[in-house]
């Protein structure tokens, strides 16, 4: 990429960090286009019979060759548009954060719903113990916060207060999950305050390397690794679980059964039943989820692996020197810890509020 004109136009070349950066950020930014291009034509999609219901399932050849020309016409465009994209990417990113949080408030109330229903000692204990698991580390994360983002002899009053509000946040959700109207269960409460722990750690982490409360900028190599792994597999944990869900969302209607099966008279004349049976044979099948919600998924997807592979802090600007932007990087993550704590606390108070509504 060094010898490439339109990349590399500066009068000093940069070092090899940013043209890493900015390649990633093409290949990125040809995923995102990718996959928003075929969200965008699977709009509208209601059944199975629409030819670009085949597109979805099939075409593969067509798609990865697609794929490779996106990616590859990536780099000819000029450095001002990746530096657009990088700029949008944190807010992206923050949005599939966002969906993150949906899917694991569904995912921790379903865990917890079928386990109880099946109403044995065992799965009860099995309820305790990992309960008790996730608050152990929980509070046991956040004296390590304390310890990493509250140096003494410096002013850490906001590092303290993103802590503190935590730690008061876990406790809210303990309280309003025992409370006797809501009938709640530790279950999801304890894996939403240990999210919201592992939130915190992350935008703390993001923190400049020069800022004085950044108690690990002398570990900066090996938290960023850390930090791209856990990154890396909860968004593929999410992409898979999403695309699962959505899957199972509805009713797949099944294959209409043969005249012949279940009885040795037809219901029908001869002539009726064929009819009727040829009639479902060729009845459109609804889909079962959104199909430009799926690929919509991907888009936001890249665009937050994107920020992970680069640390979120750097940018490719126009200059060719890597900034240090770390702050928005922080915000977004506190954001969305506070997202999904108020989205927990409404999924526990919404059916009291509104009984007359099914949630």
């Known amino acids: 990429m ?18 890493e950066t900015d390649a990633v950020l093409r290949v990125s930014l040809g995923n995102f286009f990718f996959f928003t291009m075929l969200a965008i034509i699977m709009i509208g999609i209601k059944d199975q019979k629409d ?26 465009v000029p450095n001002g548009i990746i530096s657009f994209y990088e700029t949008i ?39 305790f113990v990992v309960s008790l698991a996730c608050y152990v580390m929980t509070f ?8 990493w983002f509250t140096p003494s002899g410096h002013d850490c009053g906001l590092n303290t207060f993103f802590i503190v509000l935590t730690l008061i946040l876990v406790f809210v959700f303990a309280v ?35 800022y004085e409360c ?10 960023s690794t850390g930090t791209l792994t856990l990154g890396l597999l909860t968004t593929v944990l999410s992409v898979v679980y999403s695309a699962v869900r959505a899957g199972s969302s509805s009713t797949v209607l099944s294959q209409p059964s043969s005249p012949r ?5 037809p219901l029908l004349p001869l002539d009726q039943k064929v009819q009727e049976e040829d009639r479902k044979k060729h009845e459109p099948r609804p889909v079962t989820y959104s199909y430009s919600f ?10 937050y692996s994107a920020m992970l592979l680069t640390g979120w802090s750097t940018s490719v600007g126009e200059s060719g020197k890597l900034v240090d932007v770390g702050w928005p990087s922080v915000w977004v993550r506190i954001v969305t810890g506070w997202t999904t704590a108020g989205l927990f606390i409404w999924s526990l108070i919404a059916p009291i509020l509104f009984p007359e509504r099914e949630f």
């Open 89 to 127: 990417s944190k807010f992206g990113s923050g949005l599939f954060l966002l969906v993150q949080v949906v899917l694991l408030l569904d995912f921790v109330h379903g865990w917890n719903e079928k386990w109880v229903k099946k109403d044995e000692q065992f799965w009860y204990v099995a309820l």
């Open 214 to 223: 950044n108690g690990l900028h002398n570990h900066s190599k090996a938290v």
């Open 51 to 76: 030819p670009r219901d085949g597109l979805h399932h099939g075409g593969w050849m067509i798609k990865i060759i697609s794929w490779c020309l996106m990616v590859l016409f990536m780099f000819f």
């Open 176 to 210: 309003i999950a025992l409370h006797p109207a809501v009938n709640g269960s530790l279950l999801p409460a304890s894996v939403i305050s240990l999210y919201c722990t592992y939130l915190c750690y992350s935008a703390l982490s993001s923190e400049p390397r020069d």
């Open 140 to 147: 046991s994360f956040a004296g390590l916060l304390f310890h």
């Open 261 to 265: 099966a279940g009885a040795e008279k």
């Open 294 to 303: 799926f690929h919509l998924i991907f888009s936001l997807a890249s665009m």
């Open 2 to 19: 060094e010898k490439i004109p339109w990349i590399n136009h500066f009068h000093q070349t940069p070092n090899r960090e940013w043209f």
